[in-house]
């Protein structure tokens, strides 16, 4: 191979590389743009105002983020939503690691847990409902009521998980309890913890939407249904393209969070070859 | 080279030694894996533990780090007498990327132990990075993680570990097992010469015969089931020894057919039970 | 002998907290009078009485079972049908990608009103809504399962020249079986939520329908009664789910099993 072709092959490679890195990004806006087209044609075929056309829609939505109680509903929905997933942290989380580091009390729970986690959350909705009423608070114990179990039952099955051979390294060198569990368990059961939190923090959000939902307490949830209730189709619409804008964020939140605290477990480093 | 065709009766010397076993054994349950182990460590010496596939040798060795008490007889670390991992005494595991912290850079891995004793952060890190340096690495290594070294970095990262604790003893279960030969030569030099400079007493437990007269000045070898100490075998090549030389010349071709053989006798009385049972107390 | 002491000591350890909790409920609930929590005795009469009651349970759960059966079996299959097309042709997952992200972002629940305004309100929406929303799980697991097929496997299969079909069923679905289960199971959880929320409105039969009636027309017993349905509806529905999942992935769990003997 004569230095010319090769230089010339590399240099193919790097323009290739180059065209990657715009071409892909294009494409997928451009199938966003199809999306956008395919919802336009189907608004036609809807009958009156069932599904209005994208323009509609995103007109509305410009409208309403001009207004004060777009931006009390938004926040009242996340805040409940960050309130809600902290709480079932602070308790799924020590409450699971204590748990899983005895055997007698994971054997013990394991039936508990198993029957009280397939129960839909929602079915605490009207209760929570006839005691705390239509306000954020319900919404709040209804979110949690959901979003602490996953958090739990991976903590207590991340506690099981640790290295043993750390613990023995531990004991070798005489380092007391506390220190071992500050900076060995409990880094150590990040990585399972973790999947439970994310979890939870999906369920968290929808719990949270869907008390708002049904439960007629203030929030985006609540817009979306009066929206529905009073067929002014473009304002639900537009509220339902905010709940997906929140579930992106608090995902891509997530997931940066993770990247962070995670950045030493093989999973991180290899997606970084993605 | 002479040999000791009897086990060490103790405490018949006026210096007192660094590890001493007296009538060890230990059972897990209904079996009796070790029974009646009888030597001796003096300061200063190296000592190599061998013995054929699946005999104990690990569990010997967690005994003596204390990470078990011996269910049968007494361990004596410098001249007290021990139940549990005494400060003084440091474990290299064979396994260094799981005895590594994958969440933690390398000092503070090496750190650790040392602030959890109670030693200030800046005497910690002024000890690790002279341990580092001892083991041959860079003071930039201290900021990686362990997962970004290679298998014979960890490895001394590990060894690092366990000499900024200030060790006097050093116990060492198969640590060269899971490197490469070149790695794995590079390393028993290291600890050769960390040995000789620092007159650290070390206890190793190898499968590798050439390995363990390279290193030692006495060989324990462990066979039958119960184990018991077989032999141990003073080794008389010098204190100066070299990967070539040392292992090309006659005495140590004659020492090394002689601990093969004890091996190989001890393996048709207590045959390994097959491909890596590793034991487990429950 | 053994075995049975050995399991009835498991099954002792695992009973006994459930049994205590549910005890203290009992006599709890007895003495303390509280207008939204009532006797554990009665919840267990009016359970009996609606759920029990052949022609009252039947009343109850089938248009609910309705909405779980098809609207599950239509979230799996069409969740492992894109979800594999999507991991077995790379550029067309990498161009659908950021709209992928968004309509799952959505909370399946706020698309109800949407269901309702474009599809009505009878058992077809709610069919629609909850295969919406529990397509998800199931389609993003096959599609990180099939991407995760073991390299080897495919040249293997490959280089003795297994058929394109063969190829798909016998090995990479296979393979990427026990993630596809995984994303299966929180379908399936999904699938309980969204049935209940999608009968809160215009249904005319089901828990959720029931569950709801009884606390608008303060019936406190009745709703608990559906509580306490719902709750063993969604346990034993897990209860299949897990045999079904034993069964088909044996060859997994017996893998797993070996791979921690051995290390």
């Known amino acids: 191979m004569t230095n010319a072709s090769v230089v010339t092959q590399r240099s193919v490679r790097m323009v290739q590389f180059r065209a990657g890195r715009i071409v892909w990004p294009l494409i997928q806006v451009g199938v966003v743009l199809l999306a956008g087209g ?54 799924g989380v020590p409450l699971g690691l204590w748990i899983g580091s005895s055997r007698f009390w994971t054997e013990s729970t394991r039936l508990l847990f198993d029957f009280l986690r397939t129960i839909p959350p929602i079915a605490l909705l009207p209760l929570l409902l006839l005691v705390l009423g239509a306000d954020f608070q319900m919404v709040l114990v209804l979110s949690i009521a959901g979003a602490v179990w996953p958090i739990l039952i991976q903590s207590v099955y991340a506690a099981r998980q640790g290295e043993a051979l750390l613990a023995e390294m531990a004991a070798s060198f005489r380092i007391p309890k506390a220190w071992y569990i500050r900076h060995i368990f409990v880094p150590g059961a990040m990585p399972f913890v973790m999947t439970g939190v994310r979890l939870g923090t999906t369920i968290a959000l929808l719990l949270t939407i869907a008390g708002e939902l049904l439960g007629a307490a203030p929030g985006v949830g609540h817009e979306i249904a009066a929206a529905q209730a009073w067929y002014d189709t473009p304002r639900m619409y537009a509220y339902v393209l905010v709940s997906a804008g929140l579930g992106l964020a608090v995902n891509g939140g997530f997931w940066s969070l993770q990247r962070y605290l995670l950045r030493w477990h093989p999973s991180v480093r290899e997606e970084g070859r993605r | 080279m002479s040999n000791t065709a009897s086990p060490e009766t103790p405490g018949t010397s006026t210096v007192i030694p660094a590890l001493e076993a007296r009538g060890l054994g230990h059972s897990y349950g209904a079996r009796q894996v070790l029974e009646g182990i009888d030597f001796s460590v003096l300061p200063g010496q190296f000592v190599c533990i061998v013995g054929p596939s699946g005999v104990g040798k ?61 030693v200030s952060r800046k005497e910690a890190a002024d000890r690790a990075y002279r341990a580092l340096a001892q083991v041959g690495l860079a003071d930039v290594v201290g900021e990686q993680y362990p997962w970004q070294l290679s298998g014979g970095m960890q490895q001394r990262v590990a060894i690092a570990r366990a000499l900024a604790y200030n060790p006097t003893v050093l116990l060492m279960d198969e640590p060269f097992a899971s490197v490469d030969a070149q790695t794995r030569a590079d390393l028993e030099d290291l600890v050769l010469g960390l040995q000789r400079r620092l007159g650290l007493t070390v206890t190793l437990v190898t499968h590798d015969i050439d390995e363990s007269v390279y290193l030692s000045d006495r060989i324990v070898v462990l066979s039958g089931s119960p184990a018991r100490v077989a032999e141990v075998v003073d080794v008389d090549l010098g204190t100066s020894r070299d990967q070539i030389l040392t292992k090309s010349s006659a005495e140590f071709a004659a020492l090394r057919t002689h601990v093969h053989g004890l091996v190989r006798a001890a393996a048709a009385v207590s045959p390994s039970t097959g491909t890596a049972r590793t034991v487990v107390p429950s | 002998m053994n075995a049975l002491r050995r399991t009835t000591s498991i099954v002792a350890i695992e009973l006994w907290l459930p049994l205590t909790l549910v005890i203290i409920w009992w006599v709890v609930s007895e003495y303390v009078n ?35 059966f098809f609207g599950y079996a239509l979230a799996v299959i069409g969740g492992i049908v894109l979800g594999a097309t999507l991991g077995l042709v790379r550029p067309l997952e ?20 949407l269901f309702i305004v474009l599809f009505g309100i009878d058992q077809q929406m709610r069919i629609l809504l909850v295969a919406y929303g529990a397509t998800w799980p199931v389609l993003l697991n096959t599609l990180d399962g099939v991407r995760g097929v073991e390299p080897t496997l495919l040249d293997m299969s490959r280089a003795f020249r297994v058929g394109r079909a063969r190829r798909l069923f016998g090995v990479i679905l296979k393979s990427a079986g026990p993630q596809i289960f995984a994303g299966a199971r929180i379908a399936l959880a999904v699938t309980l939520i969204i049935m209940v929320v999608s ?24 709703m608990w009664s559906a509580m306490v349905a719902l709750g063993i509806l969604g346990y034993l529905l897990n209860i299949i789910f897990r045999i079904a999942e034993r069964y088909i992935l044996r060859w997994h769990r017996l893998q797993q099993a070996r791979l921690e003997r051995t290390s």
């Open chain 1, 38 to 91: 395919i919802w336009w044609l189907a608004s036609g075929f809807f009958p009156a105002g069932a599904l209005p056309p994208p323009g509609v829609v995103l007109a509305r939505l410009g409208e309403l983020m001009l207004t004060g109680e777009f931006w009390i509903a938004v926040a009242i929905t996340v805040g409940t939503f960050a309130l809600a997933l902290i709480c079932s942290i602070l308790i």
């Open chain 3, 34 to 68: 509280s207008l939204y929590f009532p006797p554990l005795s009665v919840i267990m009469q009016s359970f009996a009485e609606n759920w029990l009651n052949p022609e009252n349970a039947a009343a109850n759960l089938v248009p609910s079972l309705q909405v779980i």
């Open chain 3, 199 to 222: 009968e809160t409105v215009g249904a005319s039969g089901g828990v959720g329908y029931f569950l709801m009636t009884a606390k608008s027309e303060f019936r406190i017993a009745s």
């Open chain 3, 94 to 113: 990498r161009a659908v990608r950021p709209v992928v992200e968004a309509m799952r972002a959505v909370p399946g629940v706020a698309l109800l009103p």
């Open chain 2, 58 to 118: 690990t569990t010997l060795l967690r005994c003596l780090s204390g990470l078990q008490t011996a269910t049968s007889g007494e361990l004596r670390v410098l001249g007290k007498v021990a139940r549990e991992p005494q400060p003084g005494v440091a474990l290299v595991f064979q396994d260094y990327s799981r005895s590594l912290m994958p969440w933690s850079s390398v000092l503070h891995n090496i750190t650790l132990p040392l602030r959890a004793n109670g």
